[in-house]
């Protein structure tokens, strides 16, 4: 089975502009979430899709959002950004929220 | 709220040298736990899991880790650490009840470096 893919990999943005980042889950997994991993704060929960709703978010700024296609596709979207958003983002699927999460390579966001 | 601690922040071993990882989580209900590393360069990968049942999981590549419930502790072990083992390792937990299934709660990462 093919893994959890992520495009772009990488990405310069400036601030004030936004920019979109999109997941494709394993073939079956119904269930992604989003992460951004920092340096100085780790691995945080952006937040989590089923079946094209949201079923649980954490603690980022209205700025952040995000969405799930009927193939379980997902993209993820940051407007207005910051230079604080330069961070990798992190995309996992898995079959149910239960389940282990299975993680993409990440898109690497850089912005000046 | 949840949260996930790892005592060590680098830990530094030579080949053949025995490893423990410590981690604890702070949640009142039931969880399922989990560890994952990410070697450099690469995504980050499952190395184990802990649903129910026997609380000493084994795991790929030679580590096992024990869930010990009145401790909120699941530490992370392997008997001899392989130079090819240098790599960050990430404690995680979800909550099995109380609506925040599918957000992993990770611990800030030990990183470990084998000297061959």
């Known amino acids: 089975k093919a893994g959890v893919t992520q495009t772009p990999r990488y990405l310069i943005k400036t601030r004030g502009q936004q920019v979109t980042l999109s997941c494709s889950p394993i073939?079956?997994?119904?269930?992604v979430s989003w992460y951004q991993q920092t340096p100085g704060q780790g691995l945080q929960f952006l937040f989590e899709?089923?079946?094209?709703?949201?079923?649980n978010k954490g603690n980022f700024p209205g700025r952040f959002s995000g969405r799930q296609f009927s193939n379980s596709r997902s993209e993820m979207n940051v407007s207005t950004l910051e230079l604080g958003d330069s961070a990798l983002y992190l995309c996992?699927?898995?079959?149910?929220?239960?389940?282990?999460?299975?993680f993409g390579p990440g898109t690497r966001l850089t912005v000046l | 709220a949840q949260s996930v601690s790892q005592h060590n922040h680098h830990v530094i071993l030579s080949e053949a040298a025995s490893l423990e990882l410590g981690c604890n989580y702070s949640?009142?209900?039931?969880?399922?736990l989990f560890w994952y590393v990410q070697y450099p360069g690469q995504h980050l990968q499952l190395l184990l899991k802990?649903?129910?049942?026997?609380?000493l999981v084994k795991g790929i590549k030679g580590f096992e880790a024990e869930f010990i419930k009145s401790k909120f502790s699941f530490n992370l072990r392997k008997p001899s650490v392989q130079w090819s083992d240098t790599a960050e390792y990430f404690c995680?937990?979800?909550?099995?009840?109380?609506?925040?299934?599918?957000?992993?709660?990770f611990g800030k990462g030990t990183k470990l470096s084998v000297k061959p």
């Open positions: 996992a699927s898995s079959l149910s929220s239960l389940n282990e999460q299975f």
């Open positions: 073939s079956g997994h119904r269930s």
């Open positions: 899709y089923f079946s094209e709703t949201q079923r």
């Open positions: 949640y009142g209900g039931t969880v399922n």
């Open positions: 802990y649903f129910s049942g026997d609380p």
């Open positions: 995680a937990v979800n909550a099995r009840d109380g609506g925040s299934q599918g957000n992993l709660i």
